[in-house]
């Protein structure tokens, strides 16, 4: 199942640019120089310990937090300057995928697809309507599910719709926060499978956030590593494997043995 891992680093601008990014919250220094680029069609996966910031980075991402300094573009604009409305439209670009897959439980699983995209997308008939959820299920696979509640899927079946969910308005960028966090090795397997086909089929540029080694070493093409603030190693999963650096090794060993 191990992919190839090329590196795709392209003539294109980056979708995503950090560069001399800082956050601190009081005394506390989270992000201490940040710099990464993701280039059209790539996947990188951010790994890290618990706590050393890997959510803050996501948040600056889509503007939810500021910088306190260095600079953050996603699709060419700076994303702390954006007002409210220009924010939002750039936010539809970006697809998150949840650790709790954050679907509406008192929705069916069309209803939770349908919501977003006509929420977002306006003077859609009815079957235009139907016709994006089915594709988007069929993407996942779970067209059969489309009449079926939330609390009758298994918890990787919520996964798969709550990714159908986001792929439904086409985005440019996908976010997923530990995607394979809580299942089995056989529908982790399953998601590793998937998010690699959303890269493939819709053309996206995605952010993996992970403890999974084996999710980071099969969806990836470059992995960045989130230590003290910085990214100590960007590199192909063999490149920050093949380490003679004791903390990477103790990284790596503990999470294996996870
Ligand atoms: N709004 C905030 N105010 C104060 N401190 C915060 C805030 N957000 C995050 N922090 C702190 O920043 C640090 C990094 O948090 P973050 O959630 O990014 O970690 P993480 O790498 O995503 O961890 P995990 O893998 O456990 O999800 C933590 O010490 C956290 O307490």
């Given at each position: 199942m191990e992919r190839e891992n090329r590196h795709i680093v392209n003539d294109h601008a980056p979708v995503i640019s950090i560069s001399g990014l800082f956050k601190s919250f009081g005394e506390l220094p989270v992000l201490q120089g940040i710099d990464l680029n993701l280039y059209e069609g790539e996947n990188i996966a951010i790994l890290g310990k618990s706590?050393?910031?890997?959510?803050?980075?996501?948040?600056?991402?889509?503007?939810l937090l500021?910088?306190?300094?260095?600079?953050?573009?996603v699709l060419g604009q700076n994303v702390a300057a954006l007002n409210r409305k220009a924010l939002d439209r750039l936010r539809l670009h970006i697809g998150f995928s949840f650790q709790?897959?954050?679907?509406?439980?008192?929705?069916?699983?069309?209803?939770?697809?349908?919501?977003p995209l006509t929420m977002n997308v306006k003077h859609l008939n009815r079957l235009q309507v139907t016709r994006a959820v089915e594709e988007a299920l069929e993407a996942v696979g779970l067209r059969d599910k489309i009449r079926e509640m939330p609390s009758d899927l298994?918890?990787?079946?919520?996964?798969?719709?709550?990714?159908?969910?986001?792929?439904?308005?086409?985005p440019k960028i996908m976010l997923y926060d530990e995607p394979t966090s809580g299942l089995d090795p056989v529908t982790s397997a399953d998601i590793i499978e998937?998010?690699?086909?959303?890269?493939?089929?819709?053309h996206t540029s995605s952010l993996i956030i992970t403890h999974d080694l084996t999710c980071a070493k099969n969806t990836a093409n470059r992995i960045a590593m989130l230590s003290k603030g910085k990214f100590s190693k960007i590199g192909s999963f063999d490149e920050l494997f093949v380490t003679d650096d004791d903390q990477l090794k103790a990284f790596f060993n503990y999470n294996f043995l996870q």
């Amino acid at each position: 199942m191990e992919r190839e891992n090329r590196h795709i680093v392209n003539d294109h601008a980056p979708v995503i640019s950090i560069s001399g990014l800082f956050k601190s919250f009081g005394e506390l220094p989270v992000l201490q120089g940040i710099d990464l680029n993701l280039y059209e069609g790539e996947n990188i996966a951010i790994l890290g310990k618990s706590g050393s910031g890997k959510s803050v980075l996501i948040k600056m991402i889509v503007g939810l937090l500021l910088p306190d300094k260095g600079l953050v573009t996603v699709l060419g604009q700076n994303v702390a300057a954006l007002n409210r409305k220009a924010l939002d439209r750039l936010r539809l670009h970006i697809g998150f995928s949840f650790q709790n897959s954050a679907l509406y439980d008192s929705m069916n699983v069309f209803q939770n697809l349908a919501f977003p995209l006509t929420m977002n997308v306006k003077h859609l008939n009815r079957l235009q309507v139907t016709r994006a959820v089915e594709e988007a299920l069929e993407a996942v696979g779970l067209r059969d599910k489309i009449r079926e509640m939330p609390s009758d899927l298994s918890g990787g079946q919520r996964k798969r719709i709550g990714i159908a969910r986001t792929l439904i308005l086409k985005p440019k960028i996908m976010l997923y926060d530990e995607p394979t966090s809580g299942l089995d090795p056989v529908t982790s397997a399953d998601i590793i499978e998937l998010i690699n086909l959303v890269q493939s089929q819709y053309h996206t540029s995605s952010l993996i956030i992970t403890h999974d080694l084996t999710c980071a070493k099969n969806t990836a093409n470059r992995i960045a590593m989130l230590s003290k603030g910085k990214f100590s190693k960007i590199g192909s999963f063999d490149e920050l494997f093949v380490t003679d650096d004791d903390q990477l090794k103790a990284f790596f060993n503990y999470n294996f043995l996870q």
